[in-house]
């Protein structure tokens, strides 16, 4: 069966850079795209962008462009999300998703990590 | 940049009653590529909906969707105990979007 199954949660200062993995099983690694998405305390959901493990491409909203990096390590299938120059405002719970294609839609999520930005 | 607004931010039912939420596009979604996803407090999303009206694997035929261009539903028939919790339409694309969410409440 899929599994997404994320790092543990992060604890990190303003202007810090936090690194959040997303380890993946039971399907064809290189097959499936991966996005991420983050949600603040009690707020919604927010697409930040995508990676094609078979050909290391991304896809990055506009708002985290130059701020967030998304690579893939097929060795030990796993995706990564780098987010630098932290504030206050990207305390989140940060999720990976697969989806079969770059427009499809996300039909299995790991459990979330926790990334909270405190001085 | 496509808009979703979902209506109402919050829905108060009775178990066995019949649910239905409302997500409107700011523009016309050609294809229909609209999802909509079920999730609870400390748990990741879980996939209800693709293409406005196929329902995911594993999902019970009591969630059922509807719609095109602009104006799209999520119906649940009959409301079961564990069905009150978040709901988000999602649309899917070059750069997918989320509405904010309707809450499910029980009344």
């Known amino acids: 069966q899929v599994h997404l199954v994320q790092s543990g949660a992060e604890v990190k200062k303003p202007g810090a850079s936090v690194k959040v993995s997303c380890k993946t099983s039971?399907?064809?690694?290189?097959?499936?795209?991966v996005h991420w998405v983050r949600q603040a305390p009690g707020q919604g959901l927010e697409w930040m962008g995508w990676?094609?493990?078979?050909?290391?491409?991304?896809h990055y909203a506009q708002r985290f462009e130059g701020r967030v990096n998304m690579t893939t390590d097929t060795s030990v299938r796993s995706v990564y999300m780098d987010l630098s120059r932290l504030t206050s405002d990207d305390t989140a719970v940060y999720f990976c998703a697969r989806s079969s294609a770059w427009y499809h839609p996300f039909d299995y999520w790991g459990q979330g990590t926790l990334v909270s930005v405190s001085s | 940049e496509i808009v979703l607004t979902q209506s109402p931010g919050t829905l108060s039912l009775s178990p066995g009653e019949r649910a239905t939420l409302s997500c409107r596009a700011s523009?016309?979604?050609?294809?229909?590529?609209i999802a909509w996803y079920q999730q609870k407090p400390g748990q990741a999303p879980r996939l209800l909906i693709y293409?406005?009206?196929s329902t995911a694997t594993g999902i019970p035929d009591r969630f059922s969707g509807s719609g095109s261009g602009t104006d799209f539903t999520l119906t649940i028939s009959r409301l079961e105990p564990e069905d009150f919790a978040m709901y988000y339409c999602?649309?899917?694309?070059?750069?997918?979007?989320f509405g904010q969410g309707t809450r499910l409440e029980i009344k």
């Open positions: 039971g399907y064809t690694f290189t097959g499936h795209y």
């Open positions: 523009q016309s979604l050609r294809g229909s590529n």
């Open positions: 999602q649309q899917y694309g070059s750069s997918p979007k």
């Open positions: 990676v094609n493990p078979n050909r290391g491409s991304t």
């Open positions: 293409g406005a009206s």
